[in-house]
């Protein structure tokens, strides 16, 4: 389909907000001898593990344009070479090595543009701006002896912008709908009372409801119909923490929505938990978890406009008090100068 003027002029708007944020692109243990090409925020770009560290440049080698993901890792971990004519860039993106003029000088423009890199929580997360303007979304929970890690989970791209998949995180008023008898029960459709705040990096939204009894949140086999839930979610534009307390304990569901694209999203999440520690039971809490994304999946994937519009244009109409934090959600966004689709 073609790509209207004014799609495209909010599509890279869209992406310049995002730039300043850090964006996971890649599992850390993918990362090993071979480049690999990732899309991030509309751009293509390379990752490579130069010198033990993880590295992004633009896919674009800067002789004719190769992409340097097919490439080859090469004089002992250290540089990229690329496979058309062999310009090798170390990890700062400095070409040091034209095999076509060996003996002369290297230009100093045959460089490419490196991005900052770091690995966190098991994965590679790359940030396009100049500067980073914020931390990589906290799971502090990762480092608490008391938590049991669940495996770091990869659930492909979405279509849908980041912004839509984390507010259907956000949003408790779907249980009833769409994960009847596991989140919600749909006799009891009436909201929770919200809280909703910000907290230095985050919006913070928190609540207590009834849920149905299951591993995550019981711990008498199920014996009652409905647990008591307390919720709090830490919210960035494309990150959220589910703090789940109940019977059972706590648990953590963290996922990150990667803009891929204005359209497009690639979803990683990891569960911790502070009961029922055994590894072998996380395929059972893995399996829940993916029922829900896979029911959550197709509403999302079907919202339209791509970008949530602008509150004012009240193209979507919310409910108050139920939406409270998707209101908030949104508000936070525009002031954040993330744009919205008209
Ligand atoms: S295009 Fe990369 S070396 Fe020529
Ligand atoms: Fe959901």
């Given at each position: 389909m073609r790509r209207t003027r004014a799609v495209e002029e909010v599509a890279d708007a869209y992406h310049a907000s995002l730039a300043p944020f850090w964006h996971p692109v890649l599992p850390s243990d993918a990362l090993n001898g071979s480049p690999v090409g990732v899309q991030l925020l509309g751009r293509a770009l390379v990752l490579a593990r130069l010198e033990g560290e993880a590295v992004a440049f633009d896919d674009v080698c800067r002789h004719l344009g190769a992409a340097l993901s097919i490439g080859q890792v090469v004089d002992d971990g250290c540089h990229l070479r690329c496979a058309y004519h062999g310009w090798s860039y170390d990890r700062t993106g400095?070409?040091?090595?034209?095999p076509a003029r060996r003996g002369s000088n290297i230009p100093r423009e045959a460089r490419v543009r490196a991005y900052w890199t770091r690995e966190r929580y098991g994965l590679v997360w790359v940030c396009?701006?100049?500067?980073?303007?914020?931390?990589?979304?906290?799971?502090?929970?990762?480092?608490?002896?008391e938590m049991h890690q669940g495996p770091l989970r990869d659930y492909g791209t979405w279509r849908a912008s980041s912004p839509r998949i984390v507010m259907a995180a956000l949003d408790d008023t779907h249980f009833p709908w769409v994960h009847p008898g596991i989140l919600g029960d749909p006799a009891h459709p009436e909201p929770p009372d919200h809280r909703v705040y910000r907290e230095g990096e985050y919006l913070v939204s928190t609540y207590d409801m009834m849920q149905p009894a299951n591993d995550t949140v019981s711990?008498?086999?199920?014996?009652?119909a409905m647990e008591k839930v307390t919720y709090t979610n830490y919210v960035t534009p494309a990150s959220i923490r589910l703090v789940k307390e109940s019977a059972a304990g706590k648990y953590v569901i963290w996922q990150v929505a990667t803009p891929i694209a204005h359209d497009r999203s690639q979803i990683f999440s990891r569960q911790l938990r502070s009961f029922d520690r055994d590894p072998a039971r996380d395929p059972e809490y893995e399996r829940l978890q993916d029922t829900i994304l896979g029911q959550d999946r197709p509403i999302v994937e079907s919202q339209r406009p791509w970008l949530l519009p602008p509150l004012s244009s009240r193209m979507m109409l919310y409910v108050r008090p139920a939406d409270l934090p998707l209101v908030a959600f949104q508000k936070w966004l525009e002031e954040l100068h993330i744009p919205q689709e008209v």
């Open positions: 400095r070409c040091v090595d034209i396009v701006d100049e500067e980073p303007g914020y931390e990589i979304p906290a799971l502090p929970e990762f480092e608490d002896a711990t008498n086999g199920g014996a009652k």
